[in-house]
T-cell receptor
């Protein structure tokens, strides 16, 4: 069975500072990995995804993530955050075309 | 890119009535769609997998007679919350999978049962 662990429920960061949101997964087979962002009372927006190929994945809004198979991690990073990045971030894992399993989410709180 | 439309975005209904939520893939065919439920400040919990032309597969603990799922075409899946009660109030989100491209989510439906 697959599972996703987001180690931090909340991450406070000063504006223009870098941020890393941590995600670890467990699976016995090859998986797809995703990061989604959710703004209040809205659906999910895909930030980036890893399906295969290069382990460094670049997404929208300046975010990137690196797939590390040996550490079973897929941490999300941004070099300089903005107030508009305040949101809930979900890491997710899925097998090909199978159901997607979400982590519990990390609330990114940008401090002025 | 792939687009999934979910309707309605918000619905308020009286306790005991039924509510139907639609999920459409606008520019691709989705043989499989997924329905999630999200309580405030919590993660998304998978409710069921909707398969075109066959019965949905429900996750453990989800009442299939209460949450009716129909996937009658390759672009439409519906979730009907039957005899809704206040505890069914939640945010419901659908998603569709396009082979090789990952998953696209609808914008969600906020259900409030009064």
């Amino acid at each position: 069975a697959q599972s996703v662990t987001q180690l931090d429920s909340q991450v406070p960061v000063f504006e223009e500072a870098p941020v890393e949101l941590r995600c670890n997964y467990s699976s016995s087979v090859s998986v797809y990995l995703f990061w989604y962002v959710q703004y209040p009372n809205q659906g999910l927006q895909l930030l980036l995804k890893y399906l295969s190929g290069s382990t460094l994945v670049k997404g929208i809004n300046g975010f990137e993530a690196e797939f590390n198979k040996s550490q079973t991690s897929f941490h999300l990073r941004k070099p300089s955050v903005h107030i508009s990045d305040t949101a809930e971030y979900f890491c997710a894992v899925a097998q090909r075309d199978d159901k997607i399993i979400f982590g519990k989410g990390t609330r990114l709180h940008i401090l002025p | 890119g792939a687009v999934v439309s979910q309707h309605p975005s918000r619905v308020i209904c009286k306790s005991g009535t039924s509510v139907k939520i639609e999920c459409r893939s606008l520019d691709f065919q989705a043989t499989t769609m997924f329905w999630y439920r999200q309580f405030p400040k919590q993660s998304l919990m998978l409710m069921a997998t909707s398969n075109e032309g066959s019965k949905a597969t429900y996750e453990q603990g989800v009442e299939k007679d209460k949450f009716l799922i129909n996937h009658a075409s390759l672009t439409l899946s519906t979730l009907t919350v039957t005899s809704a009660h206040p505890e069914d109030s939640s945010f419901y989100i659908c998603s569709a999978s396009r082979t090789g491209d990952g998953y696209t989510f609808g914008s969600g439906t906020r259900l409030t049962v009064v």
